[in-house]
């Protein structure tokens, strides 16, 4: 029987509450009307009404299923609008689209997670993933970097993760303040502070291109191999169906075939630090 | 493979009687060139056969340029296009792929595609930038479409490619008697007639086994070279059987508009930040070769450039991708 399914309507869901993360950074608590669920990593099309859609990872955990959470940094026309919605307001969602992260590949091994400003946001969601499973795992270490102090989002999850069994978590800013007694560099940085065994590990990095791009190489110098590295990768996806062709990097359709992909699958395509 | 033939008069007459139940669309002849257009009973004797290449692709009676992709549409009429190169009938095989995938598949496209009947026409004779040969493509269809049609001196011939154009053609009220030998050799020779008209016209135009190669392979300098002229208007992409990029624009109430889009137009893979890999002009226009040589083929196993030579017609900046290939190939 054929699918007579529209894959461009979406799912009306309630905006039930609105955190700031940050000056430019908001959380948006969203109940969808119909059934949702999606696996960590996996993006969604989030729309205002009438106004427009963009592509975000959820930052909630994907086993809680009557409620998401999305991190919207304000960066553009459709953000704007986002962040001036209240509670009360139904958005859309169209999705999940993607291949997430095989978390199931990272049993018995060490997970270094690299991120940086809002990439903590699909991070934050695979971490709740990473805990529910924590007997599988060896250790999780993070390691977060923001522009200030005042740009780090989630803060109370370091100090939980940091009181969690097998979980590490670091933090650094650019640039620092008067209070701020922490670190204080880029994301790389802090990768000299850990102790990993490489070998029997695999990192996952999500964060600005810059940062991806510096962070990959890192890595790369560190020892880990092309396939020990998952990269989230970041495009203006229209339809995340793998059609509208605004999301294509070389071969690949992000939406589809990623939006994580190992450095292995796509290196040979100069362009995707672009 | 199995032909049908009747008297091009009784032919005219089916067509008419057609019209009662189908929408048709065949290619006329008129002051601008070759191209679609709605049939009504007058434009029947019109029709125009066998001659290459109607102006439109036909993705466009599948794609529409502004769609509402979230309200139901009213069920049409059963439609027949007419007419169709064969080039444009492969290009449909590579938009097939992309909206009748599995896992997402278009219910829009989906009902034009199974509202549709097509008629493919063998092409006798070739215009000016015609090179299908260079591409593996042949001037006539032998699968893919439901039917060709072939007229040949007075005489009607169709050329059976599907089930359903079989199911097509027992539903016609007119006697068809069976292709004759006579009928059939005729055609091959039109056919290698065409055929040599192409090797001729693109003597030393690298074929598809080349493309994909020569393309990865070129100096940025050839980008600067062939792109001075163009001014963005995305003539190629709107004119291309196979190009298909959309984008989605919301209207209240959480509708959405599909509108064709192409990664031509400035902004194309601008993301929120402001950061955009397409800036540059040189990048947008290297992009969409890459995109037709190199990352289709590569992803769905078919070239994405079907050689109908529309987006060399159409370019107001006079750009020419054969000469941009015969370079490379130098």
């Known amino acids: 029987m054929q699918d007579n399914r529209n894959i461009y309507t979406p799912i009306r869901a309630r905006l ?85 992260y095989p978390v199931e590949t990272f049993f018995g091994k060490e997970v270094l997670i690299l991120g940086g400003g809002c990439g903590l946001a699909p991070i934050r969601s695979l971490l709740f993933t990473l805990e529910s499973i924590k007997d599988k795992l060896v250790k999780v270490i993070l390691c977060y970097g923001s522009k200030t102090p005042a740009d780090c989002i989630y803060k109370p999850l370091f100090d939980r993760l940091n009181s969690t069994e097998k979980f590490e978590a670091y933090r650094t800013v650019d640039k620092a ?6 670190s204080v560099g880029v994301a790389t940085t802090l990768l000299n502070k850990i102790k990993i065994n490489i070998k029997n590990s695999v990192a996952v990095v999500c964060g600005p291109p810059v940062m991806m791009k510096f962070g990959t190489i890192r890595l790369l110098e560190m020892g880990y191999r092309d396939d020990q590295i998952w990269l989230s990768m970041e495009k203006n996806m229209s339809c995340g169906l793998g059609k509208c062709g605004h999301c294509m990097m070389g071969e690949f359709f992000v939406c589809r075939d990623g939006p994580v992909f190992t450095y292995n699958e796509i290196k040979h395509n100069p362009e995707i630090w672009k | 493979m199995q032909y049908k033939s009747i008297k091009k008069e009784e032919w005219d007459k089916t067509v008419e ?41 036909l993705k466009s009676f599948f794609l529409p340029v502004k769609e509402n992709v979230t309200s139901e549409k009213v069920e049409k009429m059963p439609r027949i296009i007419m007419g169709i190169p064969n080039c444009d009938i492969e290009g449909l095989c590579l938009l097939d792929d992309i909206y009748l995938d599995k896992e997402f598949n278009d219910v829009f496209y989906r009902k034009r595609r199974e509202n549709t009947l097509l008629i493919a026409s063998d092409c006798f004779g070739i215009q000016e930038h015609c090179h299908c040969s260079s591409y593996n493509i042949k001037p006539f269809s032998e699968n893919h479409a439901d039917l060709a049609v072939i007229n040949l001196n007075g005489t009607i011939v169709l050329r059976i490619l599907s089930l359903k154009g079989e199911d097509f053609i027992k539903t016609i009220p007119a006697i068809l008697s069976p292709g004759d030998n006579d009928s059939i050799s005729a055609i091959a020779k039109e056919h290698l007639a065409t055929e040599t008209l192409l090797t001729k016209s693109n003597n030393g135009l690298p074929d598809y086994k080349i493309t994909g190669e020569l393309i990865t392979t070129a100096k940025e300098d050839i980008w600067e070279k062939y792109s001075a002229s163009c001014v963005s208007c995305g003539a190629c992409t709107t004119i291309c059987p196979t190009c298909t990029c959309f984008l989605l624009i919301d209207k209240p109430g959480f509708e959405k508009i599909k509108q064709m889009d192409a990664c031509q137009y400035p902004g194309f893979e601008r993301v929120a930040g402001g950061e955009d890999v397409l800036f540059e002009l040189r990048n947008r226009f290297r992009n969409r070769y890459m995109c037709k040589y190199v990352w289709k083929p590569e992803k769905f196993n078919s070239i994405a450039c079907t050689g109908c030579g529309r987006c060399i017609d159409a370019c107001i900046g006079k750009i020419n991708k054969n000469e941009l290939f015969m370079e490379l190939v130098k």
């Not at chain 1, 039930?16 to 948006?28: C, G």
């Not at chain 1, 459709?78 to 919605?85: A, E, I, P, Q, R």
């Not at chain 1, 303040?177 to 922490?182: H, L, Q, R, T, Y």
């Not at chain 2, 002849?29 to 056969?49: Q, T």
Request: hydrophobic letters at 35%; proline letters at 8%; glycine letters at 8%.
């Open chain 1, 177 to 182: 303040d008067e209070d701020w007694d922490g």
């Open chain 2, 17 to 57: 009687q057609l019209l009662l139940s189908y929408s048709i669309f065949a290619c006329v002849e008129n002051e601008y060139g070759l191209d679609y257009e709605f049939i009504r009973p007058a434009d029947v004797k019109k029709i125009s056969y066998n001659k290459p290449k109607p102006s439109t692709p």
């Open chain 1, 16 to 100: 039930t509450n609105v955190i700031e993360e940050s000056p430019l950074i908001k959380t948006f608590v969203l109940v969808p009307e119909d059934k949702f669920s999606f696996k960590t990593g996996q993006f969604i099309e989030l729309s205002v009404d009438g106004i427009g859609e963009a592509p975000f990872t959820p930052s909630s955990s994907p086993l809680i299923t009557e409620k998401l959470e999305v991190t919207v940094m304000k960066t553009g026309y459709v953000t704007d609008y986002m962040h001036m919605l209240k509670p009360g307001v139904f958005m859309g969602i169209r999705g999940p689209y993607g291949r997430g």
